[in-house]
């Protein structure tokens, strides 16, 4: 004997859940239209077209993140170029970064270093960091570590922090300046604040090591720990080692084999090894060699030497 609501009485509840969900979503749609974000870069959009370039860069960026907006990198890239022709000089940083990664405009890595010196020139602090990383690592520019550390603290001295933290990281290792953790520490700390994940990771290890600070594992993991969230990938690779380990740390190894996985998938050779060394010995994972021969076949791919195989030996006549 049925005892719930007849079929009809279902049907007319579902219906009316639906058209609830409906208007909600319509209502949410208003709201979003209503958005003080979505005013503003109305705003821009009308003082770009009368031809203010500022207003065009800062509507660029939206488009980039799709921020209340709908993303767009050919249209971002576009106005970027319009806003850097215009003498703006984060416009030109910012379509540097576009040409770099090859969205919303081809692909080109000198074209993009001259646009990072040209929006450097025009106080687009980004510009003077990302033309010190290629200065540092010699991509594209000759290797100058002391140009580097340069563009690094001007950008630092303008407020632009990724700059502080690869200043800092220049300090504490003593590599193209002096080494003075001291300041190295002052830096990180300022740009750990400001949520620069680079920041939180240099940090990190001087508080590991007791260098310039006080010596602290439970700081130190904390740390990392915000590096990692931040999607800094040496930090969540460096978190799953102490793990691994036990060392500043409760050992937990199936926390350390998914921080080791998500490292690995940002291309870390070796977290992608540490974690095919888990999978072969079943440490914490469960035992798998078909995956961890695949986990070091990765790691070789994104360039960790040692777990590639040796090379074959010559034949013999």
Do not use: K, W
Request: charge should be positive.
């Amino acid at each position: 004997m049925r005892t719930g609501p007849p079929p009809i009485e279902l049907l007319r509840r579902g219906a009316s859940r639906l058209v609830a969900s409906v208007l909600g979503a319509v209502a949410a749609l208003a709201l979003a239209g209503c958005h003080p974000e979505t005013a503003e870069a109305r705003r821009l959009d009308a003082a770009c077209a009368q031809g203010t370039t500022a207003a065009c860069s800062q509507l660029a960026e939206r488009l980039r993140q799709g921020r209340h907006v709908l993303r767009d990198d050919g249209r971002a890239a576009a106005l970027f170029e319009r806003a850097c022709t215009g003498g703006v000089g984060d416009g030109c940083a910012s379509l540097g970064v576009m040409v770099e990664q090859g969205r919303g405009a081809r692909r080109d890595s000198a074209r993009a270093i001259a646009l990072f010196r040209q929006g450097c020139e025009r106080r687009g602090l980004d510009g003077c960091t990302r033309l010190g990383v290629h200065h540092e690592q010699g991509t594209g520019v000759p290797r100058d570590v002391a140009r580097a550390a340069a563009l690094y603290d001007r950008a630092c001295a303008g407020g632009e922090l990724v700059g502080c933290a690869r200043l800092g990281a220049l300090h504490a290792a003593g590599t193209g300046v002096s080494t003075d953790v001291a300041r190295a520490a002052a830096l990180f700390d300022r740009a750990c604040d400001a949520r620069v994940p680079l920041g939180c990771l240099g940090l990190a290890r001087l508080h590991r090591r007791g260098a310039g600070v006080a010596r602290s594992d439970s700081l130190a993991v904390a740390l990392l720990e915000r590096a990692c969230d931040g999607d800094e990938t040496v930090a969540c690779f460096e978190l799953g080692a102490i793990y691994e380990r036990g060392e500043g740390a409760a050992q937990d190894y199936q926390r350390a084999a998914r921080l080791y996985d998500a490292a690995c998938d940002e291309r870390h050779g070796e977290a992608c090894a540490r974690l095919g060394a888990m999978h072969a010995n079943g440490a914490g994972v469960g035992r798998d060699p078909e995956r961890a021969r695949a986990l070091a076949g990765r790691a070789c791919e994104v360039g960790h030497r040692p777990s590639c195989p040796p090379p074959a030996a010559p034949a013999r006549s």
